[in-house]
């Protein structure tokens, strides 16, 4: 299924064309194609840290002219010479570093605590047992799905339990979640 949307012809000053009349095609998502997207909670600066930034910001502001700064490549250019040239674009560290380096430390202690590890997983808690255990599979010969279906809660079953329920009663085995889940009710009432 698709959505048309039309599009009007662009002519130019001397009449040419340059974009024809017709159609975009805009493909649109089947019920399958849509999906519940789960976001993770945003984390949130707390006021320390905004007021932290806002210290840097304004310790490393100037007034902006663009004669001020020369490009270098085209500086290059012009005198054909291919050498070392200075950068006058790129960023003095070391003027940044007088004007607002305390700042810059204060914020990464404030934003980066000590013992932070960006790719580490937070930890959790360890209660009861510490064992290891494993996840015992169900299929649904140990399931009662006749009692499932009766208590409504067929969509709790995963699509390979509903297909072996559906291959041990001879049913049709083809198909998404709800479909089987269809086919299992009907089959059980």
């Known amino acids: 299924m698709v959505a048309l949307l039309p599009q009007e012809e662009e002519l130019d000053e001397s009449n040419n064309q340059i974009q024809p009349p017709g159609f975009h095609i805009i493909f649109l998502p089947y019920a399958n194609d849509l999906r519940k997207l789960s976001f993770k909670e945003v984390v949130r600066a707390n006021p320390d840290q905004v007021d932290k930034a806002k210290q840097i910001i304004k ?82 010969s140990e399931i009662d799905v006749a009692q499932m279906a009766a208590d409504g809660k067929l969509t709790n079953l995963k699509v390979a339990a509903l297909r072996s329920f559906c291959q041990a009663k001879h049913l049709s085995t083809t198909g998404n979640k709800s479909e089987l889940v269809d086919r299992v009710k009907e089959f059980c009432s």
């Not at 004007?99 to 980066?112: D, H, S, T």
């Not at 790719?119 to 255990?133: C, F, M, N, Q, S």
């Open 59 to 140: 310790e490393l502001q100037f007034k902006y002219h663009p004669s001020s700064f020369e490009n270098p490549y085209l500086k290059a250019l012009a005198i054909n010479k291919d050498d070392d040239f200075t950068d006058s674009t790129a960023p003095n560290v070391d003027r940044i570093n007088s004007r607002a380096g305390a700042l810059i430390n204060e914020f990464k202690q404030i934003v980066y605590p000590d013992g932070y590890s960006p790719g580490a997983a937070p930890k959790r808690k360890v209660t009861g047992d510490t064992g290891a255990r494993k996840r015992s599979k169900t299929n649904a």
